[in-house]
């Protein structure tokens, strides 16, 4: 009888705190919305961040508890976009693929060098040593923080320049963040031509640096039909939203510094 009470004892509290358990269980249970599983099948599963959340995970919960729009997923395309908001009863907006571009074609045989960086691998880093090793003080870095972060393996360095690899780019945005010279911009893949140039120095002084660099000349400008082009602070762009593709100006730029991204080799 020593034994068999305090066994007795034990397991009745067991069952009791297991009864009381199984009980709070039920009355404090925090529902599950349904809708967040199903909305989290048809996002890609990168889990890229892009969105601004935690993940698929986050962006799923913030669609069905906030109302957030699924176009903020930059990565599932319009397909996605428009299945999930026929599913949630959400109005679709319209969804612009876009992709990255380096504005940069200071490659290691166009642009002159200040000296030899022997720091870490990292753009970061050297843009603190006076710009970077580049004359070009608006030039891509070329250390590759940008390739690190892309969670598409759609970026490669090559001759000192990173370059995007078009088929693999999603346009989620994360190299555009990272790139401590703000060069790589998104811009929607159905606008070809571009300016491959960031500088804003004074022609001579662009040149000097670079010999593809954009002297703000001005031509490309004058023979656009649709003034697609501006130039100011001494360096050209082209509205994407404006260009129709003609490639008028990429016939007349003296310094070969616009292309067309959708067929571009690096020098």
Partial sequence: MSVIIPVAIVSG???FFGVGLSIASKVFEVKTDE???????????ANCGA?????????????????????????GGASMVKKISEFMGMAANEVVKKEARVMCNGTCDNAQLKYKYEGIRDCHAANLLAGGAGSCGYGCLGLGSCKEVCPFDAIVIENGVARIIQEKCTGCGKCVAECPKKIIHLVPVTSGFTVFCSNKEKGAVARKACKVACIACRMCAKVCPVNAIDVSDNLAVIDPEKCINCG???????QNCISDSRARVLA
Avoid at 35 to 45: D, H, Q, T, W
Avoid at 54 to 64: P, W
């Fill in 35 to 45: 809708r967040i599983g199903k909305v989290r099948e048809m996002l890609p599963g």
């Fill in 13 to 15: 509290l067991g069952l």
């Fill in 51 to 75: 969105c601004g959340f935690s993940g698929c995970d986050g962006l799923a919960e913030a669609i069905v508890n906030e109302g957030v729009s699924p176009d903020r997923c930059p990565v």
């Fill in 248 to 254: 008028e100006c990429e016939k007349v730029c003296p």
